[in-house]
C-alpha cells in the first residue's frame, strides 16, 4: 500500500518530465546478534546502515529513499524499538565531493533526516544508508543480546535498482546531540569525501575517541562495528522483501 510518503513523492517528482518512471519499492530486514561486552547506561549505541546500489545509470542523477526504517531487540526483559531517521540519497555525476548532513529532507513529508549526495560511479565500497544513536538507559544492556532486527523500505523513481546493504552497531561513551556535530562519513571511499582516510562509512569522526567495545563492535579503530550478514533487495513496481539473519557473532 502507498503511503503518504509515496503521494508527496509522486506529486511533487511528477512536475518533472524525467520523472515518468513508475515507482519501485522494497522492504528489508536483516537481524543479528551483539557481542558478549555489556553496555553500560549512560554510553551510547551508533547504528549505522550502509548500502551498495545496483543499476544506476552513469549518466543521469538517481535518488534513492530509505524510509520507515526501526531497530528492535529485546534487552533485560524489555523490548526497544529505535525509529531511525528517513534518508535521501542522491548518486549524480555531477557530485564531486561526498557529503552528508542531518536536515529537514524534500519532500517535507519525509521529515528530518539524512540527505546524502554521492557520486555515480568510481566509489570504492559502501555507502552510507542512514544512521542513529541510542542512550542506553538506566541499568544498562548485557552482552550477547541476540535478535537485533533492522528493517528499512527502500524507494526510487528509477527502474531496476538493487539495494544491497548492511548495518553494524558501535559503543561510544560520549556523543553529540546535534548529528552534524558528529561528521559523520558518507562512504568507504578514502578520497570521495572530505575524510581522506580509511575508516567505514557511518563513523562518526569527531568522536573516534570516545570508542569502546560493545553491540557489533571492538573498540579501538573499529568505529562503526562489525558489519551484519548483507540484505540484498530488487525495487519493483510492486514491492519485494527480503529477511536476513545472521547466525554467528562477530566480535
Known sequence: ???????MLTAILSLVPAASAS?????????????GTAIAAGDYVWFSGVLKVKGLPSS????????????SFT????????????SVITFSPSTSTATTSYTPLIPPGLGTGWNTSLQSSGLAGNDLSSAVSFA???????????NVSWTTEFSSFSTGLTI???WAAAVYTSFATDDNAL???PVDDNKASIYKNSDHAGTPENYKSYVIGGATG??????????????????????????????????
Not at 543521469?60 to 531497530?71: F, K, R
Not at 534487552?75 to 528517513?86: D, E, Q, S, T
Not at 551484519?228 to 519493483?236: D, F, K, N, Q, R
Open 164 to 166: 544491497n546493504w548492511q
Open 183 to 185: 561528521g559523520v562519513k
Open 23 to 35: 515507482y519501485e519499492e522494497c522492504t528489508s530486514t536483516i537481524t543479528g546478534n551483539f557481542n
Open 1 to 7: 500500500m502507498k503511503s503518504f510518503v509515496v503521494v
Open 218 to 251: 571492538g573498540g579501538g579503530a573499529n568505529y562503526t562495528g562489525s558489519l551484519s550478514a548483507t540484505g540484498s533487495c530488487a525495487l519493483s513496481p510492486d514491492g519485494s522483501s527480503s529477511l536476513t539473519i545472521r547466525n554467528t557473532e562477530k566480535r
Open 60 to 71: 543521469t542523477p538517481t535518488t534513492v529513499y530509505a524510509t520507515h526504517s526501526y531497530i
Open 75 to 86: 534487552a533485560n526483559g524489555h523490548p526497544h524499538n529505535i525509529k531511525v531517521p528517513n
Open 136 to 146: 542506553v538507559p538506566a541499568g544498562g544492556l548485557p552482552g550477547g543480546i541476540k
